[in-house]
């Protein structure tokens, strides 16, 4: 190896990145300001490794459908999905740009993302605003009332958030926000409240001493009251910061990306770049809204394990006792299990970020490729399911697993990448 005379020496390394990476909330922009690639022509960033638009699941059409309204590229439905059929628009994973994306994961260029900078190394990751609940683009809803709210993101949210995060000198310190939310009974995937309260704590004075329309304001207030799982996006792009600064050494076998577009699920480890390795998608198991069944349900969809790589999410289980029944997990002792068991393929625990319902033990840190070939055990990803037809939202909630042989492709390749035999 090059630096490193051992494996455990290089992931040890990588690791030792996360627990000192510096997350902060700089600001909120339009993609397009900081995403080159949205400036060249019809472009939509999407969720997970490289997809084409005939393998995107319904609910990932349905948001493209949408972005497509949103960018006013076409003046309905059927024009939308011609426009996307017949390769008018060029789709990248998010990924590939510095960024992540909720469920489809579908970024246009006027949408507005929060930026978030991992101080410690000096890169930036960006993702989309939450939307709420309810029929949403993430979940491939696109109709006139999804559209305009998207729209009042770009023209009233991001602006007015923009504002009041510019006034801060040194950003806002996102270690600080999640530090304090953990002890509050947030996981950071299914379970963002305490950590949307906070935030909400820490802008809302900011907002009120703005010289700003008082109608607008009054609208972005309730917005981020109304919106508990605003903080996930944030959490998300703070983790992809994370998670981009640690694979800057390129050695190793540390998890650092994990993603599904409904058709494959995709890893990086850090020893082999940015080189996807994937296989095909689960669907989640949980707990269904009234009326749904796991019959309705799209197989996995989005960035957002991201978190999990980070080592919240489902890898955190026991930090939410709240949220363990939605997702399906039988409840707080369950949710131990998982989250001892998940320290079974990781390399250690984050001094950071402490679970007061673990007896104060870190949150997982550094997700071992070999460990999980070793073992069998898969990280366990809390996630929102949608309905495999656009236009309906979200169903239920629950939990899904990577498929191993994304960690057996990573390692092998690892290995020949050594000189190994296998």
């Known amino acids: 190896m090059t630096n490193y005379q051992t494996i455990d020496e290089a992931n040890r390394a990588v690791a030792d990145k996360i627990v000192?990476?510096?997350?902060?909330?700089?600001?909120?922009?339009?993609?397009?300001?900081?995403?080159?690639?949205?400036?060249?022509?019809?472009?939509?960033?999407?969720?997970?490794?490289?997809?084409?638009?005939?393998?995107?699941?319904?609910?990932?059409?349905?948001?493209?459908?949408?972005?497509?309204?949103?960018?006013?590229?076409?003046?309905?439905?059927?024009?939308?999905?011609?426009?996307?059929?017949?390769?008018?628009?060029?789709?990248?994973?998010?990924?590939?740009?510095?960024?992540?994306?909720?469920?489809?994961?579908?970024?246009?260029?006027?949408?507005?993302?929060?930026?978030?900078?991992?101080?410690?190394?000096?890169?930036?990751?960006?993702?989309?605003?939450?939307?709420?609940?309810?029929?949403?683009?993430?979940?491939?809803?696109?109709?006139?009332?999804?559209?305009?709210?998207?729209?009042?993101?770009?023209?009233?949210?991001?602006?007015?958030?923009?504002?009041?995060?510019?006034?801060?000198?040194?950003?806002?310190?996102?270690?600080?926000?999640?530090?304090?939310?953990?002890?509050?009974?947030?996981?950071?995937?299914?379970?963002?409240i305490a950590a949307s309260l906070v935030f909400l704590k820490e802008i809302s004075p900011i907002i009120v001493s703005l010289d700003i329309d008082e109608k607008q304001r009054q609208e972005v207030i309730k917005f981020l009251a109304d919106t508990d799982q605003f903080f996930l996006n944030i959490m998300m792009a703070s983790a992809k910061a994370v998670m981009d600064g640690a694979r800057m050494i390129q050695e190793g076998t540390i998890v650092t990306a994990m993603c599904r577009n409904g058709e494959n699920f995709g890893i990086r480890i850090s020893g082999m770049g940015d080189e996807w390795f994937t296989a095909p998608v689960n669907t989640p198991q949980g707990l269904y809204f009234t009326g749904y069944s796991g019959e309705d349900a799209n197989p996995d969809i989005g960035d957002s394990a991201i978190t999990e790589t980070f080592g919240v999410g489902g890898m955190a289980m026991i930090a939410a006792p709240a949220v363990t029944r939605f997702v399906g997990t039988g409840g707080f002792g369950d949710a131990l299990k998982t989250s001892n068991e998940m320290l079974e393929i990781v390399i250690d625990q984050n001094p950071n970020f402490t679970v007061?319902?673990?007896?104060?033990?870190?949150?997982?840190?550094?997700?071992?490729?070999?460990?999980?070939?070793?073992?069998?055990?898969?990280?366990?990803?809390?996630?929102?399911?949608?309905?495999?037809?656009?236009?309906?939202?979200?169903?239920?909630?629950?939990?899904?697993?990577?498929?191993?042989?994304?960690?057996?492709?990573?390692?092998?390749?690892?290995?020949?990448?050594?000189?190994?035999?296998?």
């Open 20 to 192: 000192a990476s510096a997350p902060f909330l700089l600001d909120v922009v339009p993609a397009k300001s900081v995403i080159a690639e949205l400036n060249e022509g019809k472009v939509l960033l999407h969720a997970g490794p490289p997809i084409k638009w005939e393998n995107m699941t319904s609910p990932m059409q349905g948001s493209c459908v949408g972005a497509a309204l949103f960018e006013e590229w076409a003046t309905g439905e059927d024009e939308a999905r011609a426009m996307l059929e017949n390769g008018e628009v060029r789709f990248i994973p998010c990924h590939h740009v510095d960024a992540v994306g909720p469920m489809g994961g579908i970024t246009s260029a006027n949408m507005p993302v929060v930026v978030v900078e991992n101080r410690t190394d000096g890169n930036r990751a960006y993702c989309t605003m939450n939307e709420g609940i309810g029929a949403v683009l993430r979940f491939g809803a696109y109709s006139e009332d999804v559209v305009n709210r998207l729209r009042w993101m770009r023209d009233v949210l991001g602006p007015v958030l923009g504002k009041a995060l510019q006034t801060l000198d040194e950003g806002m310190n996102l270690n600080v926000i999640v530090a304090k939310a953990i002890a509050m009974g947030d996981e950071f995937h299914q379970r963002n």
């Open 356 to 422: 007061p319902t673990w007896d104060f033990q870190g949150i997982c840190l550094g997700i071992d490729a070999r460990k999980v070939v070793e073992t069998g055990i898969t990280p366990v990803i809390n996630t929102g399911i949608a309905h495999k037809k656009a236009g309906i939202g979200q169903i239920g909630a629950g939990t899904v697993n990577p498929p191993v042989a994304c960690f057996e492709k990573a390692i092998t390749a690892y290995a020949e990448k050594l000189g190994l035999t296998v």
